[in-house]
Every structure is written in structure tokens, then in C-alpha cells.
Nanobody, 125 residues
Framework: VQLQASGGGLVQAGGSLRLSCAASGRTFSNYCMGWFRQAPGKEREFVAAISRSGGSTSYADSVKGRFTISRDNAKNTMYLQMSSLKPEDAAVYYC???????????????????WGQGTQVTVSS
């Protein structure tokens, strides 16, 4: 599956952004989808994940209540709505896909076999 992330940009602290991840090449609904981020000098970290059907989601503690992950299987697209952004949210955001036969939202980077190219999110204070 090929993944294309978009929607990043520069936003002031407290603002909002919506990231999108368009998938192609395989049956999108067979894949658990996730968002990860990597700030300069730091390891890539889990942000949010959503199960194949969208019925199950998981979030990193740092974004709970501020970010919302969703997917539209008819459009082969996943989204990350980010609100109340903080300077520490600044990073390159990557979307990822994991072939799955379960209804679990996977949270470990090693479980994802397909990655998009990343989109930069910059938050000014």
C-alpha cells in the first residue's frame, strides 16, 4: 500500500490543523492505520491509531483530548484533526499502515510495515 500524507504547515499555538493520509494500491479497509511523529533529535513516536473499521482508536497521552483520528474507507483516506496545538507538537508527522485481521488499533511502530513520506507541522509560540 502506498501512503501520501498532507496537510502540514505553520500554525500558532492554540490553533488547529487537519492532516490527511491518502492510501492506494491495496484494500484500505484491511489495514490498521496510525500517525507517528518525529521531532529533530528525537525518536519517532506514536500519536494515534485507528482500527480497520474505525471502531477502535488509541491515542498517546500527550495528545488525548486534543487530537482526533478518523478514516473514510470509501475514500481510502485517514485524517488527524489536531486542535489546541502546542509548540511541543511540532514535528514531521508520518502516516503508517499495518495489515491486520483484528479490530485493534495498533500502537507500536514495529507493527507498521508501510509508511508515508511525512508532512511537517510547525507550531509557533
Amino acid at each position: 500500500v502506498q501512503l501520501q500524507a498532507s496537510g502540514g504547515g505553520l500554525v500558532q499555538a492554540g490553533g488547529s490543523l487537519r492532516l490527511s493520509c491518502a492510501a492506494s494500491g491495496r484494500t484500505f479497509s484491511n489495514y490498521c492505520m496510525g500517525w507517528f511523529r518525529q521531532a529533530p533529535g528525537k525518536e519517532r513516536e506514536f500519536v494515534a491509531a485507528i482500527s480497520r473499521s474505525g471502531g477502535s482508536t488509541s491515542y498517546a497521552d500527550s495528545v488525548k483530548g486534543r487530537f482526533t483520528i478518523s478514516r473514510d474507507n470509501a475514500k481510502n483516506t485517514m485524517y488527524l484533526q489536531m486542535s489546541s496545538l502546542k509548540p511541543e507538537d511540532a514535528a514531521v508527522y508520518y502516516c503508517a499502515a499495518a495489515y491486520s485481521v483484528s479490530s485493534v488499533a495498533l500502537t507500536h511502530r514495529s507493527e507498521y510495515g508501510y509508511w508515508g513520506q511525512g508532512t511537517q507541522v510547525t507550531v509557533s509560540s
